[in-house]
């Protein structure tokens, strides 16, 4: 491998380079040398003036119910910055002051709570790295055109470090009644997001969070309290949570029924289809980016299951004649993006790249076929097959289809 | 432990809410209710205008060398914010174009090599969630008094995911010569920065990172690129790196000769001592904060160690007389922060809370007393004694010798 690196650098990828490079010691003289005394200290950072990487926006006359979208290829490791989330807006992002929200916990319970965010914040917090992805994610690849690159195809799919109180927690003071089973959960939003959860979730791994990688969850995800459901359909980890109205049976509510169900092609819908099943996608290189010619290139992406950690992304680069494991970044986060990492020669001949996610349950990614023959094509949501990206002799990458 | 925290709950914390909740279903109504569209959605988030969590700037002529301090007691989970990650500047951030940015490798290599920003970020690349602390961090701690809060005793330490290329890769492209010992590494400031590195380190784990929390590494942290050194004294942590000079000993910079070094109590100067040593600090309750009377509150920190990971932390609530572990965050990365958080019930008596880190390698972050009887108190730099917090009987927390 380290042999099969340097060759790499040495016959391409740093050829430009050492071309450019004085072969004596003492004669390489760096252009850049500012002299004058840069910006001071500040309170609160920004990223450099050059950076201009930026969520995705569709063209729309109703930007409060609309959808923005994570540049996936433009990130690095597993942690997507909070300005970079993506949203999904129903009726737009309310204005809330954490001084008067509320968390009220009433139904099926013992005794009904009132929580303030503050006494929240009090209570005994856990930290866990998941992604959240919304269950239209990749829908364009229902279509065999397939969305141009990976932001437009697969950017409704972020991860953060969320940080709250376990909803276990809370439902225990609240005291479940045997009659238990569901809760509504609703948000503070305008048009009230509501969704029915099961009650076996909510005492499992569901974690009121109030922060979001260390600092405030970001009014685009919820801000002051989200709903988190680890490995749920983004949909129904409720932002601007306020109320959780415990009962015996589901609430069937317009967000539930209108939406995010699935027609299949026998006529019959697939409804409360919470689980995100294993996905992966090359992020790097993908459709719409030329890579620099012939050498050495780091395939990268990412990897994700709603069911658990991911066990092993395969690479396949003949179109998927042929399969290598990638390498996987450690340590592997159940419920949350893994990053993985393939090294390739790209020879200059056109050929496709595609990538297939293996989770901890065993479950394999499968291929857009295998997927459609399962489910029809009548759905927009849970697309999880695999994404071939055709990568032309010149280096430019699109679409199979494109 | 359950039936503590109900207890908790129900006696102490949710009392005040409890009491704010009507008993019967359908009565309880929360206040709060938008009925305008709201926010739509945009191309790069920003905060809630309700937060205003600050970095900590000192009251100086020269903001440009300076320092500003991460609020510690204000964030959540291990991963500090980019635009609250602390600053050391000596001569401000520089304006740098990552397209003009080179970084060069010269001296007693085989292959003196020119690289842009481009270039290493088509090369293999790692990512990992290391902390960068400033030997200078809690250098107010010599002196009894210390700090007022935890920002700024103990706030010149961040952690983040770093993304870039192993430095021992491009020394391998560049072909080490048998007497190559050292190498300066040489930012891109005005000051030209300067600190000598063992190739011993730069072999080991370290890296050219060209990224921080999944986005472009952020000016005031060295964009577009910065060396790091897991685990190793903040300042040698190059930013803005511009240059690596190989040779067969230390170059004796000015940054690591009239600083960077510390003073022994026999008059001797300790020098190259580069890594941080194991140490843990109570941010939550700390310093100038007044928790909300008797009853559960959860003790909150961190602790980390630069060789290797925090196998333990303990916490004393009675001012080191005895000790308890706390429960650690998992997964726990090695040179990382990692969160601890122990269950507490405040009885109203004025106590002295405390915490204790043990590394991987055995070692115990000492006491104040222990670390001034090995080295006495003329240097300001590598202190990393426990540190106690007094909680008043009406909840307010000081300094012990406040």
Partial sequence: MRKDRRKFLGAAALGGALAGCASKEGAVEVTEEPSLL???VGAYGERSPFENVKRHLNDTKTPQAASSRTPLHQLHGIITPSALHFERHHSGV?????AQHRLLIHGLVERPLVLTVAELKRLPSVSRVHFVECSGNTGSEWSPKGAPDVQRGFGLASCSEW????LSLLLAEAGLKKEAKWMLAEGADPCKMSRSVPVEKAMNDAMIAYAQNGE?????QGYPLRLILPGWEGNINVKWLRRLHVAD???YTKDETSKYTELQSDGKARIFTFEMDAKSVITSPSGEQKIGGPGFHEISGLAWSG?????????SIDGGKTWKPAQLQEPRYSKAFTRFRFPWEFTGVETIIVSRAVDETGYVQPSRQELIAARG??????NNATKPWRVAADGSVTNVEA
């Fill in 307 to 315: 069911r658990g950690r991911i066990e092993k992304v395969e690479v």
């Fill in 163 to 166: 940080t709250g109180v376990p």
């Fill in 94 to 98: 309310p204005h809330l002051d954490p």
């Fill in 38 to 40: 840069g910006k001071p």
């Fill in 249 to 251: 049976e589901p609430f």
């Fill in 377 to 382: 094509t009548n759905s927009q949501y849970h």
């Fill in 216 to 220: 405030a969850i970001r009014p685009e």
